[in-house]
């Protein structure tokens, strides 16, 4: 594990002459991909479990930075393969209609992406969600299990001279077809592969939380900007339908002023050997793990920033999962519009992600509000001696194929990506201001931020 003194000093051995060269390529994104509405739900952030496989243990970086290679262009896309192909009508004009037929980029268009660490994340989401991706493919992995590697390479159809040890990882400085380094590897080993990644000359998407403090965040954004290298967060829920149309519901004052948010991501967690219940892995228990959603969505629907947080902190004195880090948290946030929210993130009970917005005429529900899928929206509002209580069915889409669209738009068209390192460093800024109240006891004043969604890039095609 990297010190955030040796952080900064692989920030020094960044190459003179970053590469700058962009693609801007013409794709008229239509509409969300509209999946198959599943009925399981399958809880976000999963509690840790034993995998049969040896740990993947990376190695540290060695010697300095070699001039970077150029990226490989995708192929150009044909102005009309982006419109969505018409076909027939079957369905009456008075039945839900269809969405528009999918408009996937061909292969060898898509964002070529190595992924590293191949654990939960990695194998049961992200590699399935690409079969439903339209612009990005797998084309490198990076694992500490040869054996897992080999299996996973053959399962997706990666090349063999496309699979990476740890030891190897800077090697993908020279993989062409390598435009996107995804970092799925435990929160406290975020920042030192983001800086390499973009010493490597590589696009960067790192999962949340962003890293273990406020400095290696710093550090992430200041490696990928002097590396001339884009940098998003993996906040999945911001590139969902669902929590999407909470935040427009709120932002149209739906229901008039919102008054309150209460909102709860907690689960059991076992295996207290798993990296999850090691600090210096994890940076904290269940506030960076799942409480963090709690936190970054309440920003999301609001646009808008807390300046003043009190937190509360326990453990249950003797839990071996506990030694190091945190069980439960609870907090309440302050923000300048005078909204206020209570949120609750624990390890230690039975699995709860929800939410619940109180403003002046209605409120709004989310429950389940945080798994992969099966989100749920109700909303609430009189109608004359009635209260009409309504179930949105709104199209699931993969959080995972949107995310990853996403940043393959923003790489293809050179935008700034809707969730980047500051989104990341924010959340982050809040988190260690709700550690410092529970310590110190007493409330923790943040800088008051009067932009509305100050810290994100345009929002995405799909919205
Ligand atoms: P995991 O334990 O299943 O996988 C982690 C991988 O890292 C494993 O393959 C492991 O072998 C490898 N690894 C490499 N060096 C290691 C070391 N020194 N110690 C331990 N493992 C090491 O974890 P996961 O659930 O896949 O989580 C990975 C990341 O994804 C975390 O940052 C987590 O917060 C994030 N995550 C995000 C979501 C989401 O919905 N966006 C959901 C789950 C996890």
């Avoid at 002023?257 to 892995?281: C, E, T, Y």
């Avoid at 807390?306 to 506990?322: A, I, K, L, M």
């Amino acid at each position: 594990m990297k010190s955030i003194d040796n952080l900064f000093s692989l920030l020094d051995q960044s190459p003179s002459s970053a590469v700058s060269r962009q693609q801007f390529l013409k794709t008229a994104s239509r509409g969300l991909v509209v999946g198959a509405v599943g009925s399981s739900l399958i809880g976000c952030d999963k509690k840790p479990e034993t995998t049969a496989s040896a740990p993947e243990v990376a190695s540290t970086p060695s010697g300095p930075v070699p001039k970077l290679p150029a990226l490989s262009p995708p192929a150009e896309v044909p102005a009309d393969s982006t419109k969505p192909i018409e076909l027939e009508q079957i369905k009456a004009k008075t039945e839900q209609q269809e969405a528009p037929t999918p408009t996937p980029l061909s292969p060898d268009q898509r964002v070529g992406y190595a992924l590293v660490g191949l654990g939960h994340l990695t194998l049961d989401e992200i590699l399935p969600a690409l079969s439903m991706s339209k612009k990005s493919k797998v084309v490198a992995l990076v694992s500490g299990s040869p054996e897992k590697m080999q299996k996973v390479a053959a399962q997706y159809g990666v090349k063999k001279e496309s699979c990476y040890s740890y030891a190897d990882y800077d090697k993908l400085r020279d993989n062409k077809e390598v435009q996107v380094i995804y970092i799925v590897l435990p929160n406290g080993m975020h920042a030192e592969y983001t800086i390499r990644g973009a010493q490597a000359g590589k696009h960067i998407l790192c999962e949340k939380p962003m890293a273990n403090t406020v400095q290696e965040c710093q550090a992430m954004i200041d490696a990928c900007k002097k590396a001339d290298r884009k940098l998003m967060i993996a906040y999945r829920i911001q590139y969902e339908p669902h929590n999407r149309m909470v935040r427009e519901m709120i932002k149209e004052e739906k229901f008039g002023k919102v008054k309150s948010i209460m909102a709860n991501n907690g689960q059991n967690s076992d295996n207290p050997k798993h990296w999850r219940f090691n600090k210096a892995l994890a940076g904290g228990g269940s506030l960076p793990d799942v409480g963090l959603y709690c936190l970054n969505t309440i920003r999301y629907i609001l646009g808008e920033e807390p300046n003043e947080v009190v937190g509360y902190v326990h453990s249950t004195p003797g839990d071996p999962r506990f030694k190091e880090v945190e069980e439960q948290v609870n907090w309440l946030m302050k923000f300048p519009s005078g909204v206020q929210t209570s949120c609750a993130t624990s390890y230690g009970h039975h699995d709860d992600k929800n939410y619940k917005v109180l403003a002046d005429t209605g409120w709004i529900k989310m429950d389940p509000a945080f798994p992969y899928k099966g989100l749920q929206l109700e909303t609430s509002q009189a109608q004359g001696k009635e209260n009409q209580v309504i179930q949105h069915k709104i199209g699931e889409i993969n959080h995972f194929a949107s995310e990853m669209d996403h940043f393959s738009e923003c790489v293809l068209e050179n935008k700034a990506p809707f969730t980047p390192g500051e989104e990341g460093l924010q959340d982050q800024k809040i988190m260690e201001a709700i550690y410092q109240s529970a310590r110190e006891g007493r409330p923790v004043k943040l800088a008051t931020i009067e932009k509305k969604d100050a810290f994100r890039g345009p929002e995405p095609k799909q919205a």
